[in-house]
């Protein structure tokens, strides 16, 4: 079941995608300017992501997402909601120490809902053994605009190598 619901899944996706670039060509100007802001936050937002990542400040983290938000990092149990979320980045900040960057492969944005798929690379310093090893990955975003603001509803990231 798993084998044929992930390509389903992955073909409606990409199906919305291209139907959006088709209905972007006849968006009127304004609609298109108010899309171009939205994804100049996101931009702003996925900066100041990283940022969190790379001072290990977990508060900064936790403050970029949802108050419902879902956190679902490689390896580990999801973290739901805020508090969840603060506890699960404050552990991983105590085990590791991030220095990456993001790269942004695309940003699409529907209303008051978007997602961005993005890449990072750099290193991990890892605390108990002093060791500094490569870090790449690939994350999936989704993005919800409350009160005016975007925020993470949900996060998601695997390892590339």
Not at 9 to 16: D, N, Q, W
Not at 140 to 149: M, N, R, S, T
Request: net charge negative; charged share 25%; with cysteine.
């Amino acid at each position: 079941m798993k084998k044929l619901v992930i390509p389903i899944i992955i073909l409606v996706m990409l199906s919305a995608c291209s139907e959006r670039k088709s209905e972007n060509i006849n968006q009127p100007k304004e609609l298109k300017i108010m899309e171009k802001q939205d994804k100049q936050q996101i931009e702003r937002l996925l900066a100041e992501y990283k940022n969190s990542l790379n001072t290990s400040d977990a508060a900064l983290a936790q403050s970029l997402y949802a108050k419902d938000g879902v956190f679902m990092p490689t390896g580990a149990p999801s973290a739901i909601g805020s508090e969840n979320i603060l506890k699960s980045y404050q552990f991983i900040f105590s085990q590791i120490q991030l220095n990456i960057e993001f790269y942004i492969d695309e940003i699409v944005v529907d209303e008051d809902i978007a997602f961005a798929t993005t890449s990072s690379k750099g290193t991990t310093l890892i605390h108990a053994s002093g060791q500094t090893v490569p870090e790449e990955n690939r994350e999936l975003f989704v993005f919800e605009k409350i009160d005016g603001a975007w925020k993470i509803a949900r996060y998601m990231f695997n390892k590339t190598k």
